[in-house]
């Protein structure tokens, strides 16, 4: 899935807010570690993915990485199992 430009070097660097996993959507750590209490962490993720292609994501723009937060999610679920 095509998510965000990669080439946004030149982007104003967002602000970290701790905690936050999904700054587009504003998914925080407790909402997964909610998600993976109840075997959802998949539903969610697929709801990301679905507003990644409505309204879209500006990770380039939110994200304090530039980058998009999937990895990061990933490497959290994996990393709270």
Known sequence: MK??????KDSPQAKVILG???????YSEDD???AL????ETELIE???????DPG?????????G????MDIQ???EKSK
């Open 67 to 70: 980058n998009c937060c999937l």
């Open 32 to 34: 997964f570690k909610s």
């Open 57 to 65: 994501c500006f990770c380039e723009k939110a994200n304090p990485s």
């Open 3 to 8: 998510c965000c430009n990669k080439d946004s």
């Open 20 to 26: 936050r996993l999904c700054y587009c959507f504003k």
């Open 75 to 77: 490497k959290f679920i």
């Open 37 to 40: 209490n109840e075997g959802k």
């Open 47 to 53: 709801e990301i993915k679905s507003k990644m292609k």
